[in-house]
């Protein structure tokens, strides 16, 4: 074994290690402190590498080392696939490795790091940005997610969304690492205002904002059945604890996800049922069906039911890959013979778009309602609240991971969704977490996943025409990042390119080592 395998394997693993630092940062572990310093570790692994392709090939395991540890949960699911998972989406740190060790290594310079606390954000918002796409699986575990319990910080959700959120927190991280680097003071002086600005720059944009334009109030009841022992005894559990509502004002009763499993459209007996109970109630009902449709593919909706039948249903777009389909199901499906992953690929809907609840007194409460999974994509919300949704709701279904650190994730997910439209959001879950949040992303009310019940929640709905900045802007963080990364990359490129096509200089004429003959 050669001096440099020796040295390089160790600094590997522990850029394998470094990578599961940030995810203590979110709820299971909670720690969302640590978020402000839990990269420098590993940005000081990929500095100290001896080359950029070393610098790669540790931002590649760092990035292995987060994947595997914020997916955890899924080895039910997909079993044997998930280092596998973890190697591919791993890749796309890469880029930050490369970025940390180019503009960090050797002596540091004011030009260098300045750079260093652009570029290496940018490049890791791009490598957010990317792994996000839904082609690819979708957003989770981003890191401005961790400080969904602050709605100081959120502040900056509103703004850019949570791709500002995560900038902020990798530029401290870079600012850190350059104040551990840095000799000079002038560069200590630039890390640390850099440092500052970037901490207070959330509580001030949540300072500055107006207070959420609101329209009248709402109350929505979230019913959580709690473990069942099968799907008819999930549906009595549901009904069970909707009746014990009548006579209580309620504009809207949430169940969770797949908290039925008839066919709404065909089981004319279990409609009856759900009419019945909304004219008892008093309220709208917004069930979760996951059934077989008349066409024998399988689809989950969320299905919109008062006292007169169905009124509207939205089906989920976004499905969760191998939980509710295997992507590239003739190379791939071989996961679903050794693990629970999805036997057949569930049918997507097509497009965002709101239902029409009427609560108590016949006021209209446009609401976007989306299920589970879809929490984690900023788009859909933001387009919800674009078309004028005063009240985000999501259905979710979290009991195959019931013991592990998934269903407080997802639901903290509520806070992000929150800050970035302006709306209040509430979530309804089969077996917890069932949450609500304020137009900031202030938890309102939380059913965990040891308890089963209902818990209603007083709201106060958006203005359909207020609309944060996030929602007027869009993914213009992202877009910027991508911009920047770009530009770096052609700064970087551009003088090797020239190097290479600069004519070499004629080699001199070999000199004799002979001494010379004296005539």
């Known amino acids: 074994m050669s001096l440099r395998t020796a040295l390089t394997r160790p600094a590997r693993y522990g850029a394998l290690v470094a990578g599961a630092l940030p995810v203590l940062t979110f709820p299971g572990a909670g720690l969302a402190a640590l978020a402000w310093v839990a990269l420098v570790p590993g940005l000081?692994?990929?500095?100290?590498?001896?080359?950029a392709r070393e610098a790669a090939v540790r931002g590649w395991w760092f990035g292995a080392g987060f994947i595997l540890t914020a997916m955890y949960w899924l080895i039910p699911s997909i079993g044997p696939?998930?280092?596998?998972?973890?190697?591919?989406?791993g890749v796309l740190q890469a880029p930050v490795g490369v970025a940390a060790w180019w503009l960090l290594h050797g002596e540091l310079t004011l030009r260098r790091s300045a750079a260093a606390l652009v570029v290496v954000p940018a490049v890791w918002v791009s490598a957010e940005f990317a792994r996000s796409w839904h082609a690819l699986g979708g957003p989770w575990a981003l890191l401005g997610a961790s400080q969904w319990e602050h709605p100081a910080v959120l502040g900056l959700a509103s703004v850019g969304g949570v791709w500002l959120v995560s900038w902020a927190l990798v530029t401290v991280n870079m600012a850190l690492t350059l104040l551990v680097l840095a000799r000079e003071v002038r560069l200590r002086a630039l890390a640390a205002a850099t440092a500052l600005v970037a901490v207070v720059s959330g509580p001030v944009a949540f300072a500055a904002q107006p207070a959420p334009a609101t329209r009248g109030s709402a109350s929505v009841a979230l019913v959580q059945a709690g473990q069942t022992t099968d799907e008819r005894a999930r549906l009595e559990a549901n009904v069970r604890?909707?009746?014990?509502?009548?006579?209580?004002?309620?504009?809207?009763v949430v169940w969770g996800e797949s908290s039925t499993t008839a066919d709404l459209d065909r089981d004319g007996a279990t409609l009856d049922r759900l009419t019945a109970l909304s004219q008892s109630t008093g309220a709208q009902l917004l069930v979760g069906e996951d059934a077989r449709k008349a066409d024998g593919r399988i689809s989950k909706d969320a299905v919109l039911v008062d006292s007169s039948g169905i009124v509207a249903r939205y089906r989920k777009i976004r499905l969760v890959p191998f939980g509710e389909y295997i992507p590239l199901r003739p190379l791939l499906g071989w996961i679903a013979g050794v693990s629970s992953a999805a036997g057949e690929n569930r049918a997507p809907g097509r497009s965002v778009h709101l239902l029409p609840v009427v609560g108590q007194g016949g006021r209209p409460l446009p609401v976007g309602a989306l299920i589970c999974f879809e929490s984690a994509f900023p788009d859909m919300s933001r387009t919800a609240s674009r078309q004028g949704a005063e009240l985000i709701v999501y259905q979710s279904a979290t009991s195959t991971f019931q013991s592990t650190w998934a269903p407080a994730q997802h639901a903290s997910l509520g806070a992000i969704r929150a800050a970035e439209t302006g709306r209040p959001v509430v979530q309804a879950a089969l077996t917890g977490e069932s949450v609500a949040y304020d137009a900031q992303g202030r938890r309102l009310a939380r059913l965990t996943t040891g308890e089963s019940g209902a818990v209603t929640v007083h709201l106060s709905p958006a203005d359909p025409a207020a609309r944060t900045w996030y929602v007027r802007l869009g993914d213009w963080v992202p877009l910027s990042a991508l911009a920047v990364t770009a530009a770096a990359g052609a700064a970087g490129l551009l003088p090797r390119l020239r190097e290479r096509r600069r004519p070499s200089a004629p080699a001199a004429p070999p000199s004799s080592d002979l001494p010379s003959a004296r005539v």
């Not at 000081?44 to 080359?51: D, I, K, P, S, Y």
């Not at 696939?81 to 989406?89: G, K, Q, S």
């Open 44 to 51: 000081l692994l990929m500095r100290a590498a001896g080359t």
């Open 241 to 252: 604890i909707t009746r014990s509502l009548a006579g209580r004002p309620v504009d809207l």
């Open 81 to 89: 696939a998930l280092p596998l998972l973890a190697v591919v989406f």
